[in-house]
């Protein structure tokens, strides 16, 4: 199983489960929408797995653990005073039924994480379809490398990025993507997607090969042009 709950105006909150097995919950900007649907189909939670500190992805924790309190919360040192109950301290997390491997994707935020499990990859605010988080850090280095360990992973991994910006970021690929046939395909489907409110995500690896102008970029240079060209798109 693997949902986007909607939170806020464009924000995902994301649940994955293999087989009958307890839930992952990734990142809580709120529980509007998140609570009736784990009450409803009579969900267990495993862990929630924070990708980095900002309200929109941690908001939602202190009312979560009214109804959850003995979940643990994994993420990074920034998350602590947001709710995390347990700091990553390595690059893999073992839970009672899952194995969960961490990448450091900092540069969002100075310690922001992604977490691939199963072959999905959650990747907050690190990589979008067609796009990438601005780089709040400025330390355009970080933001770049992690992106490059992102881009490693098989070509086959499911993306599941916490934001709506798909449409947005295909029409800045646009104007700076040379080879734009597939973008242009998938821009139409998007636009049907989203025309009937459905979510455009998730993505895969192999398609943001194609369609991500972060992910096309070659070299730091490149990246930082690009990153900063969107910042004023």
């Known amino acids: 199983m693997l949902v986007p709950i909607p939170a806020l105006n ?97 540069g969002h935020t ?38 490059q360990r992102l881009k490693a992973l098989p070509d086959q991994t499911i993306v599941c990025p916490a934001h709506e910006y798909t449409l947005a970021n295909l029409h800045f690929a646009e104007t700076v993507i040379e080879n734009q046939s597939m973008l242009k395909k998938h821009l139409k489907k998007v636009e049907l997607l989203r025309r009937d409110n459905q979510p455009s995500l998730p993505t895969t690896l192999i398609l943001e090969k194609q369609i991500n102008p972060f992910l096309i970029a070659s070299d730091l240079a490149s990246f930082i042009r690009l990153r900063q060209a969107k910042d004023v798109f």
């Open 110 to 147: 100075e310690q922001h994480v992604s977490y691939l499990v199963d072959g999905h990859l959650f990747c907050g605010d690190s990589l979008f379809s067609a796009g990438c988080g601005r780089v709040f850090t400025g330390n355009y280095q970080q933001m770049f490398e992690g992106l």
């Open 10 to 106: 464009d924000n995902y909150i994301w649940l994955y489960r293999r087989e009958d097995l307890p839930v992952i919950v990734i990142d809580i900007p709120e529980t509007k929408n998140l609570l009736p649907f784990l009450i409803n189909n009579q969900l267990n939670v495993e862990v929630l797995l924070l990708t980095h500190h900002h309200a929109d992805h941690t908001a939602g924790i202190a009312d979560f653990k009214r109804y959850y309190p003995d979940i643990e919360i994994w993420g990074p040192e920034e998350t602590r005073l947001k709710g995390a109950t347990h700091i990553i301290t390595s690059a893999l997390i073992e839970t009672k039924h899952y194995q969960i491997q961490v990448i450091e994707t900092g």
